[in-house]
């Protein structure tokens, strides 16, 4: 293996997971199976995220066509779910490998404690020598409490778990910079930190079986680079694709990863969604904070508490426009933030330590 990852996030979309027919592709699974064992052979840890259960719970059951569109996914996802992760335990068998079981939702990430137990879960199980099979949990997940799709989650448990990398195999080469479809489209074989607007050239379309976009996959694999993870967005359906990525014997895209942050700075990146304060800066403080030096968020630069919080929570740190600077954990609750707004030689409302600017 020339890249030198020990510690690897592979997600498996369910347009590489399905046939036309809307059903598993056993055969597909079978060899992708085949490289994650032959892979971890080498000493490399994985854990697999990995779409699927609604179109095996469609190769099991028929749905009343005027069912609730929620109850449908519901009731698939439910049943698919078990197959699925018999189909993998009983392909990972055959290399003497055990796979376990995670489900999830969006709930999990937003709880700093919720969000420990699962990480020391999935340690444990690679210290094992298991292989974690991660999914969205699509039977109490209900629509706004979902993530985009599975590729937000594989960003988020990269994240979680420190890995080096991100491959996301779909059913195109990577990125393209107009319709893969079309013939003077080119694949955008490396992405580097600068923020790139992928609106202006990714297409919208969405697979037939999966929820999100390429748009959706473009900005979770920039967000997940940025915080010092590669990434690889791969087409699945190719024959050894995840060992020719890693070999890099295939066209792909890539984004090159930033250099890393600490864990918990790595955690709040990830949490604008859970954020249950917000304060106003002004713009001095605003300048202080981006500036190149590593500097605190201190009260003297606050105008305003926009939204109150408890100690420990997640704050949104906001310009006078309202515009996004950052996240941070707060050092003490709002109603002290309160008394010392705007005053000097106060303590810190985020230390540096626990600021993520965006």
Not at 108 to 121: I, K, Q, S
Not at 291 to 315: H, W
Request: glycine content about 8%.
């Amino acid at each position: 293996m020339s890249t030198g990852y020990q510690r690897i996030v592979i997600k498996i979309g369910s347009n590489v997971l399905t046939q036309a027919d809307g059903l598993p592709d056993q055969a597909r699974i079978a060899k992708l199976v085949g490289q994650i064992a032959a892979i971890k052979e080498q000493g490399v840890e994985i854990i697999l995220v990995s779409s699927g259960a609604v179109a095996s719970g469609r190769s099991l059951i028929k749905v009343a066509e005027k069912a609730d569109a929620v109850a449908a996914r519901q009731l698939l996802a439910s049943i698919g779910q078990v197959k699925l992760i018999n189909t993998y335990s009983a392909l990972f068998g055959h290399y003497k490998i055990l796979c376990s079981q995670i489900l999830v939702t969006k709930e999990d990430f937003r709880d700093r404690l919720h969000y420990l137990n699962m990480r020391n879960c999935l340690e444990v199980l690679l210290q094992h020598q298991v292989i974690p099979v991660v999914n969205e949990n699509d039977v109490v997940s209900v629509t706004e409490l979902m993530f985009t799709d599975n590729d937000e989650l594989a960003g988020l448990i990269a994240s979680m778990l420190n890995a080096q990398a991100l491959i996301v195999l779909t059913n195109v080469d990577g990125i393209y910079d107009g319709d893969p479809k079309l013939p003077n489209s080119k694949l955008i074989e490396k992405i580097d930190g600068a923020a790139v607007d992928f609106s202006s050239f990714v297409s919208s379309d969405k697979s037939q079986f999966g929820r999100g976009g390429m748009i959706t996959k473009s900005t979770m694999a920039h967000k997940t680079a940025q915080l010092g993870i590669a990434v690889h967005i791969a087409n699945g359906t190719k024959d050894d694709i995840l060992l020719d990525v890693l070999n890099n014997k295939t066209p792909h895209s890539y984004f090159s990863p930033d250099k890393s942050k600490s864990g918990k700075k790595k955690w709040i990146a990830h949490s604008a969604h859970s954020a249950t304060g917000s304060v106003v800066l002004n713009e001095g403080a605003k300048n202080a904070l981006l500036s190149n030096k590593a500097t605190s968020l201190l009260p003297v630069g606050i105008v305003k508490i926009a939204a109150e919080f408890n100690k420990g929570e997640i704050i949104k740190i906001v310009d006078e426009h309202d515009k996004l600077i950052g996240l941070g954990i707060a050092e003490y609750g709002s109603e002290k933030a309160h008394e010392r707004i705007g005053q000097k030689k106060q303590k810190a409302l985020v230390h540096y330590d626990y600021l993520y600017l965006s």
